[in-house]
């Protein structure tokens, strides 16, 4: 059996896979679809990209976190899944809200080649006095542009303006590298 993607309803996905509230996981339920299924079994793999989790599910692959998103809300998610903390592996529902792209944007990690350590916060190399810069870029503009005798200056001017635009607390940290959080305090933590 296949089933269209704008054709797949929560009624069916809640016939083949459940959800864990304790372990953000959905697992199998039945086989009726594939000899390959194991009942009580997780459900997919880690994608190629070793970001999150995908399930192939009668004929079609899907992330975990949107057909959890199905599964309980009844709907397909409208924009994106956003993973409060960057985790995309942690699937709990407290840690996945349906945002859109500006949104996702306002909360993502700190990018790998960051030499500073602080997201928006750089070497400008060719001022040897106020070499530190901070900026940050809203819809598209640069609305915050500042040069600092220090790092530490450039830092605080760049967390103040992410404070003003509304940036989610979450912005800027590194990417977790494990699968395994925990949530404390009612705000998600890796």
């Known amino acids: 059996m296949k089933v269209n993607r704008n054709d797949m309803t929560q009624a069916i996905v809640r016939e083949y896979l459940e959800y864990s509230q304790a372990t953000g996981h959905l697992t199998w339920k039945t086989k009726k679809h594939s000899r390959k299924v194991v009942v009580g079994n997780r459900a997919g793999s880690i994608s190629t990209n070793n970001r999150h989790r995908v399930i192939k599910f009668l004929g079609i692959v899907y992330a975990e976190h949107r057909l959890i998103w199905l599964h309980q809300y009844g709907v397909w998610p409208i924009g994106h899944i956003d993973h409060v903390d960057h985790n995309e592996q942690h699937n709990h529902l407290k840690n996945l809200r349906d945002v859109t792209q500006f949104e996702n944007n306002i909360n993502s990690s700190k990018r790998?080649?960051?030499?500073?350590?602080?997201?928006?916060?750089?070497?400008?190399?060719?001022?040897?006095r106020k070499k530190f810069m901070a900026e940050l870029n809203w819809k598209g503009e640069r609305m915050h542009y500042s040069s600092h005798y220090s790092l530490e200056a450039a830092i605080k001017a760049r967390k103040n303006a992410e404070l003003f635009y509304g940036f989610h607390i979450n912005h800027g940290i590194d990417k977790p590298m494990e699968s395994s959080t925990t949530i404390k305090s009612g705000r998600i933590s890796p």
């Open 112 to 128: 790998r080649d960051n030499t500073t350590g602080h997201v928006g916060v750089w070497i400008n190399k060719l001022n040897t």
